[in-house]
């Protein structure tokens, strides 16, 4: 009998684990994100504090896009900043037979795509600058509990500001103001007022 539970119980493993790595395909139809992010310095307001550090908006920033991937983050130095970060697509890069050939991974705040098979479904330089990562700072709580439930595959709207974060220890964190630069410190550091989310 005790056999019989622990195979049951290594099943049920095995089941979570291969939904866990392979999720459901993307299905809708069309462009859900086709617009680019609305980004604007005009009206900034001041440097404002927040715990500890200095929050200083660089741009307005508001954006419509597909949810590529989430990761939540509880234990690195930014954790208490930016409790998640949303990869996120726009234009080609919400279109969902473009999503289901490739392979979207989050970790250490990077976020990456891979394909296989043929070749790419785009041009790779038009996918990184149809997508992003985002460090996703809720300016209250409000805010923070609605990007906690975000999920793969929503149509979410962000608005707020891209920001710059200092701290009197010498810690810095600044956010990139293009969407066509790649690598290190091509991320958006986002202080996120608004969050509207849509299933697709």
Known sequence: MRRVKIAAVLALLAIAAWLWLHEPAAKWRGIPAPAEPVQTDAALPKPFPHDGYTITP?????????????ERYRYDDAAPLAPVDLALGWGPMSIASVLNELSISQSARWYEFR?????????PAEMSSHSANTHCLPADDTVRDTLLAVRRHELVKLEGYLVSITKPDGYHWTSSLSRTDTGGHSCEVMWITSVTRWSL
């Not at 660089?58 to 989430?70: D, H, K, M």
């Not at 394909?115 to 041009?123: A, E, I, M, T």
């Open 58 to 70: 660089l741009a307005r920033y508001s954006i419509t896009a597909v949810v590529l991937g989430r």
């Open 115 to 123: 394909w296989s098979g043929d070749g790419p479904p785009l041009d």
